[in-house]
């Protein structure tokens, strides 16, 4: 059975209560996000998309480093994923260990 990092689990936690988007148009339709997760397997293009709308949302972007978004949350083609819920984004940003690096 592969192990879920502190991060992964409550990434499902915020899929599980409906405060999350998955993808960049799905992403910009949120009134407020407030982390930004991109897959290391996106293209430069669609990175540097999510930078700007992590900066629309003055929100934190963190990327995958282990594993590819799609495989965190079980979601084909998942490159851009926000959260919607600032105690879960906390708590994912306090635990994002050696599986996520922040993007500046």
Do not use: H, W
């Not at 599980?16 to 430069?44: P, Q």
């Not at 949302?57 to 490159?79: D, G, M, Q, S």
């Amino acid at each position: 059975m592969e192990t879920r990092s502190r991060a992964e689990t409550f990434i499902g936690f915020a899929m599980r209560t409906g405060k999350y988007k998955i993808g960049m148009n799905a992403s910009a339709t949120l009134k407020r996000a407030y982390l930004m997760i991109v897959c290391k397997s996106a293209s430069e293009n669609t990175k540097k998309d999510a930078q700007k709308l992590a900066g629309k949302f003055n929100c934190p972007l963190i990327e995958t480093v282990t594993k590819t978004l799609e495989e965190i949350v079980k979601r084909e083609n998942a490159k851009v994923m926000a959260i919607g819920d600032k105690a879960l984004s906390k708590v994912i940003l306090e635990n994002t260990e050696k599986d996520f690096i922040a993007r500046v």
